[in-house]
């Protein structure tokens, strides 16, 4: 199944025909400030993950960086730089996605306004 999403204004578009694993979704400081508050993606190969358009990165640490549109402000992408793989923002994908979640990360520093109900694993 291909898999194709674009940001809020479609200047930035993205597809791949590799399936997404590890969908999540991330309640770390990081993605809650840059999302608003939770942000869900899947990885593939970043080899598979074909870009179109300009992204904008921002090197949110000395490990990754998070590519966004420059235009919409649409935050789409997250790359550790020491990994072949790249992430992906489940909600900018076209519907329907035929994924599930698999699992909360980072929820040691979630937000203390909500709680995680839904039964996934959690992890720390």
Known sequence: ?????????????????????GASVCHCSQCRK?????????YVPRD???ITGEVTWYA????????FC???????FWAAHAEDT???????L??????RLEKHIFTADKGDYY??????????
């Open 48 to 50: 598979a993950l074909a």
């Open 94 to 99: 076209e519907t329907p996605t035929g994924l």
């Open 1 to 21: 199944m291909s898999h194709r999403g674009r940001c809020l204004c479609g200047a930035v578009t993205f597809t791949t025909d590799a399936p997404p694993k």
């Open 70 to 76: 420059g235009i919409c402000g649409a935050f789409l």
């Open 115 to 124: 709680d995680i109900a839904d039964g996934l694993p959690q992890k720390d």
């Open 86 to 92: 790249i992430s992906f923002a489940l909600g900018a």
């Open 60 to 67: 949110s640490s000395d490990t990754a960086h998070r590519g």
């Open 34 to 42: 840059q999302s608003g508050h939770l942000w869900a993606s899947a």
